[in-house]
């Protein structure tokens, strides 16, 4: 089961992403709400403007899991990546809020996602 510690308002996550010209844009810290309805997913596909989210799962060096969010019908480099935090308690991802130290994965999203 995937799910938010915090179900009522949801867990603080990274969103990257590039202007019309491939530039970097400022990197926004938001509280999203995991999709598990329709029109939260559709409010998921509208900010990476596709039609199909397309999941990655990444651990870092110290062992911390996220999971990236792009769009599923753009070919690399995405124009967006979201950024989720989980925990692993058997076979369920908890999603956590993302803090500043978590953004040592910024350098790796963007030289394999986004440039």
Do not use: C
Not at 14 to 35: C, K, S, Y
Not at 75 to 104: A, C, L, R
Request: avoid cysteine; hydrophobic fraction near 35%.
């Amino acid at each position: 089961m995937i799910r938010n510690s915090n179900p009522k308002d949801g867990n603080e996550i990274f969103h990257i992403a590039l202007d019309e010209t491939g530039n970097l844009q400022p990197i926004i810290n938001v509280r999203m709400i995991w999709p598990t309805t329709k029109s939260e997913v559709e409010l998921i596909e509208n900010l990476l403007n596709t039609n199909e989210i397309k999941p990655v799962t990444v651990d870092d060096k110290n062992n911390q899991h996220y999971l990236l969010l792009m769009a599923g019908d753009h070919d690399y480099p995405y124009p967006s990546v979201m950024i989720w935090k989980f925990i692993e308690t058997g076979e369920d991802k908890i999603f956590v809020d993302v803090q500043q130290s978590d953004m040592n994965i910024f350098p790796y999203v963007i030289k394999n996602y986004l440039k």
